[in-house]
């Protein structure tokens, strides 16, 4: 096995217990966790669920499931960030429907705090963490 494969896979996988973190950390005003946080998972991808669902369970907040079409959508995207409010969004999708959702977010204002991306099986996931 090639050394920076491996490398990456470690870095990768340890990124993946920063999420938490960066969730977790102090946002200021904004009052509860369950208010602050938002964990977003794409409803037809099953490693995306597991992973969201876990991130969920961990910091104690439900996860949102959204269809492909919720998440490739202006309206969709838009709706689920006004549904967090002024706090995190932790998002579990596949590569598309993540650039899409960062782009809306970002033209909405929201600032990226994380993008990590995995591979598991046969799926790659995108990870991501923005504050909106």
Known sequence: MDRRIFLKGVLGGGALGAVPLAATAKLGEVGTMESAV?????????????????????????AVVASVCELGSFPGVTALLDRAGQGRVIGVMDDASA??????????GAGLVMDTHQRIGAASLVSFAINT
């Open 99 to 108: 650039l899409i959702f960062q782009q809306i977010a970002a033209a909405r």
């Open 38 to 62: 938002m964990v977003v998972a794409q409803a037809e991808s099953p490693e995306a669920l597991a992973m969201a669902r876990g991130l969920a369970a961990e910091l104690g907040v439900r």
